[in-house]
Structure formats: C-alpha cells, structure tokens
DNA sequence: TTCTAGATTGCAATACCGTTGCATGCCCTA
DNA sequence: TAGGGCATGCAACGGTATTGCAATCTAGAA
C-alpha cells in the first residue's frame, strides 16, 4: 500500500502520521493473525520497544487496532475493521491456535447472546475460542 | 466443614490430603468470588506464596478447581462444581465487576453456541463477561 | 521400630511482560 | 527563528508466573 494511503489511514483517525508510526501500520497490514509486542518488536530490529509499545497504545486509542488478551501471557494487537467504531456491535469472536499459538480475529463471528442473571449489568464480553486452525489441521 | 469430609474431598480428586492442602481448600470454600494467588497469600500470612501456587496448580491439575483468566492480569482459581469434570459441557461463563474486581463464576450460565468457519477446530472456549456485579449494582 | 524413597515445602533466583520517568530530538507555527 | 508540544529512546521499575535446589515430612518396606 503506498505511504499516501497509510498515512490517510492514520489522519482518518486523528492520529499523526510519523515514519514510524507508518512502518507499523504497514506491518499491521501484512499480518493475517494477531500480533504481540514482541513479534513486532523482532520484525523492527531497528525500532524501539517502548516507541512500538507507546505507538500500539495510540493506535488503540485511536480505534485504530484492538487487544486480544488470549490467554498467552502476551497481548496481541489486530487492526480493526474498516469503519469499526469498537462498539458493541464490532464485537466478534477470537481464535487461538493450540498448534500454531497463533490468534485470530473471526470478524464475521458475532459473540452469541446469552443469559445473566438480572442485577449483573453487561458492558463488555470477551470471547475466546482455541483449539487447531485451518492451517494446522 | 469437618476436617474429614476436606480430606474425603482432596481424596476422591487423588490428592494426599496434606495440612497446607486442607487450610487451601477450605479457604477456597469460603470464598463466593474467584480468588488470586496474591489474595489467598494475604489471607493465610504464615503461608509460602511459592507453596500456595503449588497446591493451587495441584488442584487444578487434579480437577478440583479450574482457573480463570479475566484480564485483570492475575489469574484467579475456583472450585469446580460438584461432579465437574473440566469437560466441554462443564464450561460456564464468567463474570468480572468493573466496580469491585470480584471475579464470578457463573455456573448456571452456559455458553451458547456459535458457529466457527469449518477447519476450525474448537477445544476450548472461554467467555468472560464483564460488568458491574449484583453487589455494585 | 527403623530406614528409605518419594512427595511436599520453603527460600532464592529468574524470566517475562507491561508500564513509567526523564532527557533528547523533531516538527509546526506564531 | 524561537518556542511549545508531541514523539522517540534509554533506563529503571513493578507485578506475576515459574524454576532450582535443599530441607523437611510422610508413607510404606524391611
Ligand atoms: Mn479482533
Ligand atoms: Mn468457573
Ligand atoms: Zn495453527
Ligand atoms: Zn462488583
């Protein structure tokens, strides 16, 4: 993709369009499972941890990218859907490969309605499945 | 509850009823929220934190309790239901107060269905509700 | 009862991951 | 062109999970 439509990517989400902050969003792109910090961190030898760090934290505040807390012990970050505002309805379901430790976004997996009890009052669901991908099965 | 009826439980799991095995799983009993390393270490002072993250991975190993990953960063453990065998139909949903911490499970609540993308192979799942509690509300 | 092998416990040390403080560098604008 | 604010890089820190090893305990064999 070329740097003119990254960097309007970035603008279109307030979010002011550095060589790194480019870089990073590019790699975002080329990814097609989630990423943790550290992967990141050793696809960029050249960049600093904690820029990488404090630039996925910008991007997520942004609503450029959300975390996956999948269990690992590390966070992974995906790059949202176009046109997700992380509202509810942008909620899906995540996959994480026990073979491949790789994780998922399953966008088109809306996270199914259930039943609490009343008096507990919903805000937020994380739904993660694991199991094999389709890659390793 | 009566020494020997905690020992006739850490027996039917296969696990040798030990003193520091005993003061765990009736601290557990206790406890109508999930609780952290951190907190059952706060509440037994005279205990090693090392040896409690034994027992707790003892019990879970054993099926006696499971744990639960909520995101809070600490892994919380709680007793697994009567007849529980950590099985597929075992699987429940959690919930964690935004308000008070607490981490619940809520074993009435099944998770519903949904339907994955063929190839994939689904082994586990975990939902985690999160919210403001009864209590809170 | 005494001895011994294996399990359990306690203490120390380590591995990660996430997070913050602070100094420096860069860019935009008045 | 000088100033202000944001971005970056380096260092340090805090919390949790995990392992190594030696001391201790326990159950069973002899
Ligand atoms: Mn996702
Ligand atoms: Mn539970
Ligand atoms: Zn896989
Ligand atoms: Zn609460």
């Known amino acids: 993709m070329k740097i003119k ?5 970035l603008s279109a989400r307030h979010i002011k369009p550095t060589a790194m902050r480019l870089l990073v969003l590019e790699y975002l ?7 943790s910090l550290k992967e990141a961190e050793e696809a960029y030898e050249k960049a600093d941890r904690i820029t990488l760090y ?3 934290k910008t991007f997520e505040e942004k609503g450029l990218i959300h975390h996956i807390d999948d269990g690992s012990g590390a966070t992974k970050y995906a790059l949202c859907e176009e046109g ?3 509202a509810p309805e942008d909620l899906h379901v995540h996959f994480h490969c026990n073979s491949c430790q790789k994780t998922f976004c399953m966008p088109k997996v ?4 259930f039943q609490l009890p009343s008096r507990f009052n919903l805000q937020e669901i994380n739904l ?3 199991g094999i991908c ?3 099965f």
């Open 29 to 35: 792109q080329q990814q097609n499972a989630a990423v």
């Open 54 to 56: 404090r630039t996925l």
């Open 5 to 9: 439509e990254l960097e309007q990517l």
């Open 128 to 130: 993660m499945a694991k």
């Open 110 to 113: 809306a996270i199914p309605a």
């Open 134 to 136: 389709a890659d390793c």
């Open 84 to 86: 997700c505002q992380c």
